[in-house]
């Protein structure tokens, strides 16, 4: 994460026997769910609940459209997690987020998340809402 820009986005988790494999890691596709909740609560946080804007009328619906992972080392049964969550860019019909999932200070998977926003009925791009993207602007 950049130091520079504002403090990330924190969200704990706990690691379950359900999210691991048969050894006590984490399953690989686990850590793309921990991101997704990660990112879904800090757009709670900011007053904005993911159902209700894909309803309103004039919704918006968030998708996942490019995607960057890096694996440093595994999660394993019962550890608490830190997924953090930082917007790198807010675009016109796009948001790249940096995100970690920390086990103390030890980096265990660090990723780049692009999101397009689309119209929830067309799917096609439409721009990202302005109040959400004054809020999450780079400095």
Known sequence: MNEAGPRPFVWPVRV???DTDAGGIVFHGNYLHFMEAARTEFLQSL??????????EDGVLFVVYALEMRYHKPARLHDSLQITVAVRHAGRAR?????LIKR???TLVS?????????PRTLKPIPVPERLRAQVQPQ
């Open 16 to 18: 379950y026997f359900h």
């Open 47 to 56: 007053g904005y609940n993911v159902a209700e804007l894909q309803r309103a």
């Open 95 to 99: 948001l790249i987020f940096e995100q």
């Open 104 to 106: 103390g200070e030890e």
């Open 111 to 119: 990723a780049q998340v692009s999101i397009a926003t689309v119209h």
